[in-house]
């Protein structure tokens, strides 16, 4: 049964959303500026997007298991278009680069067996971001994928951000960490997600609402693991494909809250 925390949305609903999703598509990648920064005796190689404008605020975008790559920068480059500097997360460290699902699992591996590293890679990114854009006037986040798994690692040692949106998040097993977390935070997930099932998603939500955080479950009908990436093939029976039913309104959902931080 669903409570006032998760809504359900099903394909009519979300036909308004497909002509922003297209749009979105359409944005060119920018390389950015690298943003280096280290921990733990490593250096890692993070790229920054800035607006044309002002800047309304800052965002650190934590991508999927393939790292910076032309997708991610893409995605940087729509949300400083709505005037937010926005730095893409290295997790990985500087030089590597993922070119296949092999390395994809291998690398990612290792930071969902070492939750605290992914944290602390994802903390130092944090601060070292903040230094080039003190101006901003709040920082928020946005995890897609691994990236989902990141954000909410860093949340629970540190509220380093003011809200994040995680889509297709995947995500650990929750073992009670997850309940500390006060940062608001807005979930946005497929029901046919074969990579964080919906009972894992619902069980994080019920960790984290426990403790009074002010978050929400967004559940797209029939959607599979990173519905929203236009670069995906849409249709098929795979684990991940592109569904652009849903994927304008998860953009759109996603801005509307990021721009409501400012206050």
């Known amino acids: 049964m669903l409570n006032r925390r998760i809504v359900l949305k099903t394909a009519l609903a979300a036909s308004g959303g497909i002509l922003m999703s297209e749009t979105a598509s359409g944005l060119s990648a920018t390389p950015g ?18 607006p044309d404008g002002a800047v309304r605020g800052s965002l650190v975008y934590v991508p999927d298991w393939y790292g910076i790559y032309d997708y991610t920068l893409a995605e940087a480059r729509r949300f400083a278009s709505l005037g937010f500097a926005v730095m893409v997360a290295d997790v990985y460290g500087a030089g590597v680069r993922i ?53 909410l ?14 889509l297709s998040g995947a995500l650990g097993q929750p073992a009670g960490d997850y309940a500390a977390i006060e940062t608001p935070i807005r979930f946005h997930h497929g029901t046919r997600d074969m990579v964080a ?25 029939g959607a599979r693991h990173a519905f929203t990436n236009p670069n995906l093939p849409s249709g098929g029976d795979g ?25």
């Open 33 to 50: 500026q690298p943003l280096v920064y280290r921990d733990d005796g490593t250096d890692f190689s993070g790229r920054i997007v800035m």
């Open 197 to 221: 099932d919906v009972a894992r998603v619902t069980k994080v939500l019920a960790w984290l609402e426990a403790k009074g955080c002010d978050c929400a479950l967004t559940l797209y009908a």
């Open 153 to 166: 690692e860093m949340l629970t040692d540190a509220p380093l951000v003011r809200g994040a949106v995680i």
């Open 239 to 263: 684990w991940l494909g592109y569904d652009a039913r849903y994927a304008g309104e998860a953009d759109a959902a996603t801005e509307s809250f990021l721009l409501s931080l400012k206050g």
């Open 99 to 151: 070119t296949s699902d092999a390395q994809a699992t291998q690398a990612s591996q290792f930071l969902r067996d070492n939750p605290r590293t992914a944290s602390r890679r994802l903390q130092a990114g944090v601060r070292a971001f903040r230094d080039v854009v003190p101006q901003a006037p709040f920082l928020a986040a946005v995890g897609f994928s691994l990236g989902g798994f990141c954000v």
